[in-house]
């Protein structure tokens, strides 16, 4: 069904241009403003774990599966376009390569295997073709907040109902870990409502480790409540971009940041704020898990 898409009104929250929110670094500046400078403004590089390149693996893997005729979709179509996907990555980020070395592989390739084998158990992919897969989404939100992001697949029914979904390599998250992934889940619904005008049926994050399955059915109402929340959200970004106040927040996470030694929280010291000086400054171009 399509919905009217409000007004945006005046006097939007203001940044720097190049910035934008995306799921990911939007997630980071709520955890933690400085981890979000670091990555967002500062662009360190951060060493890939293993998980996150099977991550990017699985996704490159499921993206050709779906360019092939949806009767060559079978399971052992994966084994033949593992390595080919595995070549990519590796040339697009040399990190990953650096990572798993080629007597590392096989390995590392049953891992990615055994993911691939789960998402067969929860998805027939011959019995349907995706609108698009690997979807790069500009929007912006009624109260001018400009939204970026990447969408695994869309699917689109005969009666042009639209289901958006993420594939996670990991596991279902428990309880205290479920708002993130609704989160995640929410920004999408609100870029496809700004693009388009429709409100998805469904979004679902399929998760491969534990072969689970994430639904959520949003509404226009709920859209644009959470709307008002990206936008408290994006004037808090903006002034730190402005001042350069990006003040750290602690907890179980710290422990995995690949930042911890430039933090003042544990007695590092971060470098010299740059300011933003790249329209890039927010791409969302993230290994995937």
């Not at 774990?49 to 399971?75: C, M, N």
């Not at 959200?233 to 710290?254: K, M, Q």
Request: with cysteine.
């Amino acid at each position: 069904m399509s919905l009217p898409v409000t007004t945006p009104p005046a006097g939007p929250p203001s940044a720097p241009a190049g910035l934008a929110l995306s799921p990911s670094r939007a997630a980071d500046f709520k955890q933690c403003p400085l981890k979000y400078r670091f990555r967002a403004v500062d662009r360190l590089p951060e060493a890939p774990s293993r998980q996150a390149v099977r991550g990017t693996v699985v996704h490159a893997v499921l993206e050709r599966l779906f360019e092939l005729p949806a009767a060559q979709r079978v399971p052992d179509a994966v084994g033949a376009l593992l390595p080919a996907a595995w070549e990519r990555v590796r040339t697009e980020r040399p990190e990953a390569g650096a990572l798993i070395s080629d007597a590392d592989f096989p390995a590392f390739a049953e891992e990615v295997a055994a993911l691939l084998a789960g998402y067969y158990r929860l998805e027939d992919p011959t019995a349907f073709d995706p609108e698009s897969c690997e979807l790069r989404l500009e929007a912006e939100s009624a109260d001018g907040v400009p939204l970026r992001g990447f969408v695994d697949r869309i699917d689109a029914g005969p009666d042009g109902a639209l289901r958006v979904v993420d594939y996670k390599t990991g596991k279902a998250p428990g309880v205290t870990q479920e708002t993130r992934a609704l989160f995640q889940l929410k920004f999408y619904a609100l870029m496809m409502f700004r693009t388009r005008g429709i409100v998805p049926a469904e979004l679902r994050l399929i998760y491969l480790a534990d072969e689970q399955v994430l639904t959520y059915t949003p509404d226009a109402a709920e859209l644009e409540r959470f709307e008002r929340t990206l936008a408290a959200l994006w004037r808090a970004v903006a002034e730190a971009v402005r001042t350069g106040d990006f003040r750290p927040s602690t907890g179980w996470l710290c422990a995995y940041c690949d930042f911890k030694p430039l933090c003042p929280a544990y007695g590092g010291t971060p470098p010299p704020y740059p300011g933003l000086h790249r329209a890039d400054a927010m791409s969302d171009l993230d290994i995937k898990d």
